[in-house]
């Protein structure tokens, strides 16, 4: 039924609502029109497959932003989007026809014909709200999105953005501004609500007369489908019949054709089986930067417009104020009072009816943010754009996959939240370890709604750090990966074993066997463990079992912490690591520059393996001091058989006590001292023989003089400083004078023509030491150290701030407690204290009970009058 104002609204035919998509200028007087006219049923712009779900826009838990998801049933990854903001003219439209009980229907494009245009075109992923040309809410007032057009292959004509058209024509240079000043600023005609819409459709009406189809070929398809729908409106309900679809297309539906031509254009149209339903969305996949065809530049400013009741400006900067003081900015209300006046003040000097957000932003920027853009860019992230996510009511239809992750999300208490923010999980607790694994099988399942992060505090493997960001791609993700199971366990585990089966290289593999444990998924390894040791048995590469390695051993840590049992994987980790000391030694000859840098990489990552692998297998630790201690001497100038003859033993002599470690060991004295290898590698190899205690600084010493002597050549020495020197071994340097004496004494005999060439890798190798640490070498080389040969260092010159020999009694003080905490004593109370020397050599007895109270004492003659005798707790 039609009220007052309906003669003049359907005077024409039907009242044909032009707006701009997400524009609260347009959604209000949207509200306006459909009030003063009372049509009998309401046509929005969407699929009409989604007829059936427009019930459910008046149901308290479908809070937008939202959007209407397509997805084909075949291939979910097939998808298309429709997003509603709570300022979207179409949701204005759903809320007020669901409100006064009039019938409302989508009259746009198929979703089912769209989703079948992806496919021919070749358009792979998702589509944002059609992006105009497939999507239909992509127009924006006309402002479709890019996109090629798959009914007619890719558009030759330049593609027109009607907004700024029209911004040009009435003398501004941005299309956003005008919009604002012509509609957002102004409101619903006051006299007459149909007005706008009438000179919106006028100007609209001049653009299609000029460019047609403006470069949208498949428009006129869309438009075609919209027209059909409409006669069949009025056939059944009359004219009253209210159209609420983007300005562009209000032209082409007054256009006077036949049904046999509509018909035609819509004859022949690929076709997909599809689903629809609600899924969240967010504001910030509203904004145009996000890529979405139809967004706007400030969705969270133009939700504030839409809400805000009156006195925009003065809210809006009072919410900025809100966030600066939130974020510890000092704001006060006179700042506030003082940016509104300027706001005012540059919407009057750019003649402007209402300061809008460039004013705002100006104002903000000069007054509440002291001139710095630091914090506006905080303000544009969390409220021009802003960080609101939608929900949608469990009685949205979902696929079975959806449901069982809403379950779990709400029984971990995991809620999703566009906002992106750390989560620490301590795997000791249940709660924790079973966030852990759903975010692992998430993964896995290819949902990314979590990454790891790295832990700021402890590095221990029951810590875990979270980044979580809830985007609504995912909800596509969950859709596509419907196809390997109903329940997120079940999927998890038909990808790991498809992804297992269908792995090319080992490492693909190894990585899958780790994903396993941190998902929870035992059940999966049997096959991922199958396919591991057939594809270990038959890859003879060396870097492809140096790379697989690493992921492998880190395996073996889950299982104390998560209960998972890696008897498997320490076995097939064994052979592995043979293999791989069998392979090494003649891996690394004749290598380029580049790939000894990889082997250098995987030389690191095997030992950083080995560690933890003779830690994780029984018996190893105890086997390597027994067996392995005639092997490094043995494997001087053995090469690689001597190293394939430790590492014919097997697996069965790791479980045993086979001493892995010294083995690897073996392998690494054979690298340091082959000429064939890479200096780089066989500097690396002396340096972690040297961490590891292999090798005795005076060993370390003779290797460095050979490696850097004059009949090196500079840039071989180069390499090998880079390997010995290079990952942290600065600290090395400035605690052993005797290397840096031969570094620097090398250093300043490269002849000149060659130090240009070793320049680069000698800038490499110390950009990566800590400011402090190159300080320190620094002064060092300044003052010579005392090890320079040839040097005239007096013997008793020393450090500033060190004595010439360490106090071994003030360093036996700490020992008591140092013996507590390491648990080697049951109470410290037993444990005598030592006795301390004075600085003049008498021997110190502190008094009864220094075992347990700090003792303090003067030295007359000491540099430090107060003397601490013992530790207090």
Excluded: N
């Amino acid at each position: 039924m039609t009220g007052t104002g309906g003669s003049t609204a359907y005077a024409s035919g039907p009242l044909l609502l032009g707006v701009r998509h997400h524009g609260p200028g347009s959604a209000r007087a949207v509200r306006a029109a459909l009030d003063a006219a009372r049509p009998a049923v309401v046509l929005i712009e969407g699929p009409p497959e989604a007829d059936a779900l427009i019930p459910l826009a008046a149901d308290p838990g479908l809070r937008p932003p939202v959007a209407l998801l397509a997805h084909a049933v075949d291939e979910p990854g097939r998808s298309a989007f429709w997003p509603f903001a709570e300022f979207s003219p179409e949701w204005v439209a759903i809320r007020w026809a669901l409100e006064q009980g009039v019938p409302a229907r989508f009259i746009d494009l198929p979703a089912t014909h769209t989703l079948a245009w992806q496919k021919e075109a070749g358009e792979s992923g998702h589509d944002d709200g059609g992006d105009g040309d497939d999507g239909g809410d992509g127009d924006d007032a006309g402002e479709p999105g890019p996109g090629p057009d798959p009914g007619s292959g890719h558009d030759d004509q330049v593609r027109v953005d009607p907004l700024a058209v029209l911004a040009e024509a009435a003398g501004y240079d941005d299309p956003e501004r005008w919009w604002e000043d012509v509609v957002e600023h102004r409101g619903p005609g006051a006299r007459d609500p149909f007005a706008p819409f009438a000179a919106v459709a006028e100007a609209m009406g001049a653009l299609r007369e000029r460019y047609g189809a403006g470069g949208r070929t498949r428009d006129l398809v869309r438009e075609a489908h919209m027209r059909l729908r409409l006669r069949d409106a009025r056939k059944e309900f009359g004219d009253a019949v209210a159209v609420v679809c983007g300005a562009w297309h209000v032209p082409a539906l007054r256009e006077r054709t036949t049904v046999t031509a509509d018909r035609a254009l819509l004859k022949g149209l690929p076709r997909t089986r599809t689903d629809l339903t609600w899924v969240p969305w967010t504001h910030r996949r509203l904004a145009r930067s996000g890529g979405y065809g139809a967004g706007i530049d400030s969705p969270g400013w133009y939700g504030h417009l839409f809400h805000a009741p009156d006195r925009p400006v003065e809210r809006w900067l009072t919410k900025v104020a809100r966030l600066l003081r939130e974020e510890d900015r000092i704001v006060s209300s006179a700042h506030v009072i003082e940016a509104v006046r300027l706001a005012e003040t540059l919407a009057a000097l750019r003649g402007r009816p209402l300061p809008g957000l460039g004013e705002t932003t100006d104002a903000v920027r000069a007054v509440l943010c002291d001139g710095s853009d630091v914090p506006l860019a905080l303000v544009h992230d969390r409220l021009v754009v802003g960080d609101v996510l939608g929900e949608v009511p469990e009685s949205a239809p979902a696929v079975p996959l959806q449901r069982d992750l809403v379950r779990q999300q709400r029984s971990l208490r995991l809620k999703p939240e566009a906002l992106e923010r750390e989560l620490e999980l301590d795997l000791r607790g249940d709660t924790d370890a079973g966030r852990s694994r759903l975010l692992h099988r998430l993964r896995l399942l290819g949902v990314g709604w979590g990454e790891p992060a790295r832990s700021r505090g402890s590095t221990g493997t029951f810590r875990e750090t979270w980044r979580l960001r809830w985007e609504p791609e995912l909800s596509v993700r969950v859709a596509e990966a419907g196809v390997w199971g109903t329940t997120v366990h079940a999927a998890a585990r038909a990808k790991a074993e498809a992804d297992a089966t269908g792995a090319e290289a080992l490492a693909d593999v190894t990585a899958l066997a780790e994903q396993c444990l941190l998902a929870g998924l035992p059940d999966a390894l049997p096959v991922v463990m199958r396919v591991l040791a057939d594809r270990a048995a038959l890859d003879t590469d060396v870097g492809h079992l140096a790379q697989a390695l690493p992921a492998l051993v880190r395996s073996l840590r889950y299982g104390d912490v998560r209960g998972t049992d890696t008897g498997a994987l320490a076995e097939v980790a064994a052979g592995l690591a043979e293999r791989v000391f069998v392979g090494l030694p003649p891996a690394c000859v004749a290598l380029d520059t580049d790939a000894a840098e990889e082997m250098r990489g995987h030389v690191d990552a095997v030992h950083t393996a080995v560690g933890l692998l003779t830690e994780s297998l029984p018996g190893v630790a105890a086997g390597a001091a027994g067996e392995g201690a005639g092997l490094p001497a043995g494997m001087g100038g053995g090469g690689a058989g001597a190293a394939a003859g430790v590492a014919g033993r097997g697996v069965g002599a790791v479980a045993g006590g086979g001493g892995l470690r010294e083995r690897w060991r073996a392998v690494l004295r054979v690298l340091s001292l082959r000429d064939t290898a890479p200096g780089v590698i066989r500097g690396r190899a002396v340096r972690l023989l040297l961490d590891d205690g292999a090798l005795t600084p005076e060993e370390a010493a003779r290797l460095t003089g050979l490696a850097l002597s004059p009949g090196t050549p500079p840039a071989a020495a180069a390499a090998w400083v880079e390997g010995f020197a290079g990952g942290g071994g600065g600290l090395l340097l400035v605690h052993d004078e005797r290397l840096l004496a031969l570094l620097d004494t090398w250093l300043t005999g490269v002849p000149a023509d060659a130090f240009t060439d070793v320049l680069p890798l000698l800038r490499r190798t110390f950009a990566a030491y800590e400011p402090g640490v190159r300080r320190t070498l620094g002064e060092l080389v300044r003052r010579g150290p005392a090890g320079r040969p040839g040097g005239d260092t007096a013997q008793g010159a020393t450090i500033p701030g060190f004595a010439a020999e360490p106090d071994t009694g003030r360093a036996d003080a700490v020992l008591p407690v140092l013996r507590l905490l390491l648990g080697l004593d049951a109470r410290l109370d037993t444990v005598p204290a030592p006795a301390r020397s004075s600085p003049h050599g008498a021997a110190h007895t502190p008094p009864p009970g220094a075992t347990r109270e700090a003792t303090y004492e003067t030295a007359p003659d000491s540099t430090h009058e107060d003397c601490l005798t013992g530790v207090g707790t």
